[in-house]
């Protein structure tokens, strides 16, 4: 039992100095902003229990800018990736029930943006635009 305590204990102390280690600053560079996600267009469900919104990163690679979008539970304990194409997506918006999200997408080569709709309970896009 003792043993344990001390294991515990020296567990415990371990990862309190961890968190007390302190993090070596340095200026803000230039690429540091490419690392920056920009958050847009939150919207609330007709039940108001998830937020959704749009979730642009930058992929220095490709010299592009990519939108995702994520939905997140009112009390931020769940989040969920609702789409992840290199289309970029936006514009997400509840049906009235609740059930449905549309969005914005210029997917499968589309010149121009169209209307996608998922349902959100499974989280996949259907195959065609509406």
């Given amino acids: 039992m003792n043993r344990s305590i001390s294991l515990f204990l020296l567990t415990l102390s371990t990862f309190a100095s961890l968190a007390q280690t302190p993090v070596k600053k340095?200026?803000?560079?230039?690429?540091?902003?490419?690392?920056?996600?920009?958050?847009?267009?939150?919207?609330?469900?007709?039940?108001?229990?998830?937020?959704?919104?749009?979730?642009?990163?930058?992929?220095?690679?490709?010299?592009?800018?990519?939108?995702?979008?994520?939905?997140?539970?009112?009390?931020?304990?769940?989040?969920?990736?609702?789409?992840?194409?290199?289309?970029?997506?936006?514009?997400a918006r509840f049906s009235p029930d609740g059930k449905y999200i549309s969005f914005v997408s210029a997917r499968q080569g589309a010149t121009k943006g169209q209307i996608w709709l998922m349902d959100r309970r499974v989280v996949k896009p259907k195959n065609s635009p509406i």
């Fill in 26 to 91: 340095r200026p803000m560079m230039p690429k540091d902003i490419y690392r920056l996600q920009t958050i847009s267009d939150p919207q609330v469900s007709p039940d108001g229990k998830w937020i959704s919104y749009g979730l642009s990163t930058v992929d220095t690679t490709k010299d592009k800018r990519n939108a995702d979008l994520w939905m997140v539970s009112w009390d931020g304990k769940e989040s969920v990736q609702l789409t992840n194409s290199p289309d970029g997506e936006s514009r």
